[in-house]
Nanobody
Framework: QVQLVESGGGLVQPGGSLRLSCAVS????????MGWYRQTAGRERELVAT???????DYADSVKGRFTISRDNAKNTVYLQMSSLKPEDTAAYYC????????????????WGQGTKVTVSS
């Protein structure tokens, strides 16, 4: 069974930093693009950053220059380094794996993590 296990959320003061991690566990053959999304109460989930297997990245305008997404393909793990955090970054952050295959012939499926809470407050 494939699972995305996130860690690293918490409470941080404005201007501070946090690093989120997300590991894809289970019987994995391949993982394509991965990303981080965030959601606050009453709002739709929004894209934060994505990264392909070739490590091409894309960011929401609101986090460009402050957040860095990276991945370790050997560990099927994606990271989100967040710096210069602002109160408006407060949200539940969700890891996404766009296309996961458990063997060469399996149908690719998308998976989401359970979410990790980030609170930016003084």
């Amino acid at each position: 069974q494939v699972q995305l296990v996130e860690s690293g959320g918490g409470l941080v003061q404005p201007g501070g930093s946090l690093r989120l991690s997300c590991a894809v566990s289970g019987n994995i053959f391949s993982v394509s693009a991965m990303g981080w999304y965030r959601q606050t109460a009453g709002r739709e989930r929004e894209l934060v950053a994505t990264i392909t297997t070739n490590k091409i990245t894309d960011y929401a305008d609101s986090v460009k220059g402050r957040f860095t997404i990276s991945r370790d393909n050997a560990k099927n793990t994606v990271y989100l380094q967040m710096s210069s955090l602002k109160p408006e970054d407060t949200a539940a952050y969700y890891c996404n794996a766009e296309s996961v295959k458990t063997c060469r012939l399996s149908h690719p499926q998308e998976y989401w993590g359970q979410g990790t809470k980030v609170t930016v407050s003084s």
